[in-house]
């Protein structure tokens, strides 16, 4: 079965702390990883698209890599203003299904 | 440009009774899905439509519906509704196909009660 599962659970980390969000997949013929932020009580808000093992992208303190085994996705001197929740999804071989999604890593940024 | 919009933001229904959901896609996008969030279990994928038409469905029963209309706004109904269906309700739309980034609305926060 496919399975998208995301480390650690929850994160607090003081203001200008780095890190790294993890995302481990095992899925056959993927066809997409997808990284989203979600404030509570309101929707995704997607972040990034990584199509192939050895692509990253980046957004202001964000980064996010692939293996072909996970994804990363690193918080470079963060905000308190990145705190949120983290969602990493996949779409499999096929794009016939929705996406599959972690159940997220739950980030507190400490002034 | 306006993003994915749903309706109602809340609604509050009893158990047994049906509920309607409503969604209108970014201007564009064809392609919408529907998921469910339920405390405590994430995202779960709930349908797909492209073109006016259900491409794919997840691991939910037939009581969980919904249609696509010409413009591509859509709706999810929910038959014989179950406490276990209180949930947030998210709509996301895509450009179509199945190579797309999907965007998603604010949702609707569904209460059984």
């Known amino acids: 079965e496919d399975q998208v599962t995301q480390s650690p659970e929850a994160l607090r980390l003081q203001e200008g702390e780095s890190s790294s969000l993890n995302c481990s997949y095992t899925?056959?013929?993927?066809?997409?990883l997808f990284w989203y932020r979600q404030d509570p009580g309101k929707g995704p808000e997607f972040l990034f698209t990584?199509?192939?093992a050895g692509e990253e992208k980046e957004k202001e303190r964000l980064k996010a890599t692939l293996t072909k085994k996970e994804s990363f996705l690193h918080i470079t001197a963060p905000k308190p203003e990145d705190s949120a929740t983290y969602l990493c999804?996949?779409?499999?071989?096929?794009?016939?299904?929705?996406?599959?999604f972690g159940k997220g890593t739950h980030l507190i940024i400490q002034p | 440009e306006a993003g994915v919009t749903q309706s109602p933001t809340h609604l509050i229904k009893t158990r047994g009774q049906q509920a309607t959901l409503r969604c209108s896609p970014i201007?564009?996008?064809?392609?919408v899905y529907w998921y469910q969030q339920a405390l405590g279990l994430g995202l779960q994928f709930l349908l797909w439509?492209?073109?006016?038409?259900?491409?794919n469905r997840g691991n939910f029963p037939p009581r969980f519906s919904g249609r696509q209309f010409p413009n591509y706004s859509s709706e999810l109904n929910v038959n014989a509704l179950e406490l276990e269906d209180s949930a947030l309700y998210l709509c996301?739309?895509?450009?179509?196909?199945?190579?797309?980034?999907?965007?998603f609305g604010p949702g609707t926060r569904l209460t059984v009660t």
């Open positions: 996301a739309s895509s450009l179509g196909g199945a190579s797309y980034e999907q965007y």
């Open positions: 990584l199509y192939s």
């Open positions: 899925v056959s013929g993927l066809r997409g």
């Open positions: 439509y492209d073109e006016g038409e259900e491409r």
């Open positions: 999804a996949v779409r499999i071989g096929g794009g016939a299904d929705g996406l599959t």
């Open positions: 201007s564009g996008h064809t392609s």
